[in-house]
């Protein structure tokens, strides 16, 4: 809804990572003006549509949309961003069909470079519900010791420099900084964020993290396209259920 330019550039690069698959996709681009009601006509006639099998409403919305309430309505077994309470509570206890594609994307980076999480000192800086809190879940789940740190957080380089695996999704540019870093520990940069000169940067200094760290990922590149990737897989898996 609306014109944010940022959610103009994800939603074209998720209708190509459709058409690159072969996942078959509908794009609605509704007037930033459309009221609450019109919105959650058109996910009720989705989530009856046979020929539809996954969901997804690009945040952020407008101010006089409820968030909660949109992502409240999408039937949960099409919520492909894993959003709804139903998916939350799910990841929660272990037992899910749909991850959050950023986390998701996150594990599947640490999992490819072959990097064994079970034991290791997890700290991610960031509380937000779409990547920090499933985050915790997923490492969780891979028996990593986890601290979530977010904006209240006392000390945090004294947290940051335990990591054994540090994720960033703060989003603030180069928030951190080589010297916040454990020698060679695994570093994530969740974040993408646009400087005044349009250029992309992420959460970490990339020059001074990479002399710190043994391996780190890059933005633009890195956790980014694997989002769009765990969307599709997500879409897939949503295909199947739906039958
Ligand atoms: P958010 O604004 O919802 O949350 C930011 C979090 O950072 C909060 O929990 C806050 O407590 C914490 N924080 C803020 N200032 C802090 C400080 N000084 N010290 C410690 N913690 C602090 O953001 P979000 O939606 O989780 O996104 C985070 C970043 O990740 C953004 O740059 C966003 O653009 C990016 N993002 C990237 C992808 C992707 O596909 N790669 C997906 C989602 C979000």
């Known amino acids: ?15 190509k990572a459709c058409a690159e698959c072969g996942i078959y996709s509908e794009e609605y681009a509704l007037p930033g003006e459309t009221s609450q009601e019109e919105l959650l006509r058109l996910i009720d006639t989705l989530n009856k549509k046979p020929e539809i099998s996954g ?13 909660k309430t949109i992502i409240n309505a999408i039937d949960p077994k099409k919520d492909v961003d894993a959003f709804h309470p139903v998916n939350v509570g799910k990841i929660m206890v272990g037992d899910y069909d749909f991850v959050p594609c950023t986390p998701a994307g996150v594990m599947e980076l640490i999992k490819e470079s072959g990097i064994d999480v079970a034991g290791k000192e997890c ?48 989003g603030i540019p180069n928030f951190i900084t080589g010297d916040m870093i454990k020698p060679g520990a695994v570093v994530i940069d969740v974040g993408i964020n646009r400087l005044e000169n349009k250029k992309l940067c992420g959460d ?27 969307l599709m897989k997500n879409t897939l898996k949503a295909a199947v259920i739906n039958g």
């Open 123 to 170: 700290v991610i800086v960031g509380r937000s519900n779409i990547v920090g809190k499933p985050q915790a879940m997923l490492l969780l789940h891979q028996n990593g010791t986890v601290t979530v740190c977010h904006s209240k957080t006392q000390n945090l380089k004294e947290h940051t420099r335990r990591a054994d695996i540090l994720v960033a999704a703060v």
């Open 55 to 67: 969901i997804l409403v690009q945040l952020p919305v407008p101010k006089h949309i409820d968030e």
């Open 204 to 230: 970490v200094e990339f020059e001074s993290a990479k002399e710190v760290a043994s391996a780190i990922t890059p933005v633009p590149g890195g956790v980014g396209p694997m989002t769009i990737a765990m």
């Open 1 to 15: 809804m609306g014109d944010d330019p940022a959610s103009r550039v994800y939603v074209n690069n998720k209708k």
